[in-house]
């Protein structure tokens, strides 16, 4: 997981990624122009700093995500929170 002190330069994993500003951005329904002050050095807000680290830096497709398999997490995450543990290890390894 990445904190802010480690969190990488948007400019830098978007020309990494070789999207252009609206291509990148869009992404995460930030336009050009707030992606570009962002890029320039304005704090980002926590909930697309989020956004940015789910599709950005861990590949996550928002399109593929619903509101059933964001519920089956918390109800897991609460419920069976050792399980939970172990399958998040299990997938960390597998990516590792």
Do not use: C
Not at 26 to 41: D, L, M, N
Not at 50 to 65: C, G, S
């Amino acid at each position: 997981m990445t904190t802010p002190e480690t969190f990488p330069h948007p400019r830098e994993v978007r020309h990494k990624q070789g999207l252009n500003q609206i291509e990148f951005w869009s992404k995460i329904g930030v336009t050009q122009s707030g992606g570009s002050r962002y890029e320039s050095g304005r704090n980002m807000p926590r909930p697309v700093r989020e956004l940015f680290r789910l599709v950005h830096i861990e590949q996550v497709d928002l399109a593929k995500i619903n509101r059933d398999d964001i519920e089956v997490i918390a109800l897991l995450k609460a419920q069976y929170p050792d399980l939970y543990e172990t399958l998040r290890k299990a997938i960390s390894v597998s990516h590792g």
